[in-house]
């Protein structure tokens, strides 16, 4: 999806111009227009309301040209950090609006503006230690078919490695940061007050990562798009190396070892977990005294007899 980027930005500052422009030709008429009315009231009204409105057309033309430059250049400019809200509770619902009045739908509307919410946050969050940090999932990751209650204690999950969950929890215990699954937007909210974070790692659609930035806004949220291979809200996935990207770029300290997104591969189901549960169960099953790495140290010689021949089974001599 790297190749989208550009054109993610490109939709958002065309749709932020456009609409920046639409506020202020709309500002300015209302100052045109009842131009004469205010006169009759006060030969001095017009001139105060237009003095009003020219500040307000100010402040809509500052903070576009501030977004557009920080979204350009990549960094905060201008107080760009300011304006993170007023992307999230003004920019985008006149974007969407905007947006549909020449054909864009909502989804791409609001993809560019996670997609700049992100390198806004990326800017100007600092470094977080890891209970500062609250990964927040939505309830479609689990599987649809799992009747194990994961809202309220995500720990219930077993772990069986048939949905995201299992790796998505060894992600929160080797890096210690909170892991939490909403079925809506009333227990995220609620989520969020009970944990308290100071950063948020959300995965959701396009249309719940918007709603929850702008909900839980100040408080920073970084957005990991979901896969829904099965449609909507069913049995969807993530992409557990990008959200561990994210999530180690935003930590103060990194953990020993190689990322967790490596080592999943390579242990089957269970996670990580299960790779340890397995190797517990190859060490009980171990003949006493036998070295852990026996088995694969010595490995059989060419031509080699069998292990029944070896020991004197039937057909010796």
């Not at 131009?35 to 903070?63: D, E, K, R, S, T």
């Not at 920080?70 to 003004?90: D, P, Q, W, Y």
């Amino acid at each position: 999806m790297e190749h989208d980027e550009p054109s993610r930005k490109r939709l958002f500052i065309g749709l932020l111009t456009g609409t920046s422009l639409t506020v202020c030709v709309a500002l300015a008429f209302l100052w045109i227009i009842p131009f004469v009315g205010l006169q009759n009231i006060h030969p001095g009204a017009p001139w105060i309301m237009g003095i009003l409105l020219g500040a307000v057309i100010l402040l809509v033309l500052w903070a576009c040209l501030s977004l557009v430059a920080s979204v350009a250049l990549g960094r905060s400019i201008l107080f760009s950090e300011r304006l993170r809200g007023v992307t999230a509770k003004v920019f985008l619902p006149l974007m969407t609006l905007f947006g549909w009045m020449l054909g864009i739908s909502k989804e791409k509307v609001r993809g560019s503006f996670i997609k700049v919410n992100n390198e806004l946050v990326s800017s100007d969050a600092g470094k977080y230690e890891p209970k500062q940090i609250l990964v927040l999932l939505p309830h479609c990751l689990q599987n649809s078919r799992c009747n194990r209650r994961l809202t309220y204690d995500i720990q219930n999950c077993k772990r069986c490695g048939k949905c995201p969950v299992a790796g998505l929890l060894d992600l929160a215990d080797h890096y210690g940061a909170h892991l939490a699954i909403a079925t809506g937007g009333t227990i995220a909210r609620r989520i969020v007050v009970q944990k308290r974070p100071r950063l948020i790692l959300a995965v959701a659609c396009e249309r719940d990562l918007a709603s929850g930035i702008q909900d839980t806004y100040p408080i920073p949220v970084y957005g990991v798009l979901n896969e829904r291979p099965h449609g909507p809200c069913l049995d969807t996935t993530v992409s557990l190396a990008a959200l561990e990207q994210a999530l180690r770029y935003f930590l103060k300290e990194l953990p020993e070892g190689p990322p967790v997104a490596e080592l999943l591969p390579t242990l089957g189901r269970g996670g990580l977990r299960g790779g340890r549960r397995a190797g517990r169960k190859a060490e009980e099953a171990r003949t006493p005294g036998q070295p852990p790495s026996a088995a694969s140290e010595a490995p059989e010689a060419p031509g080699a007899p069998d292990a029944q021949a070896a020991s004197g089974g039937p057909g010796s001599s």
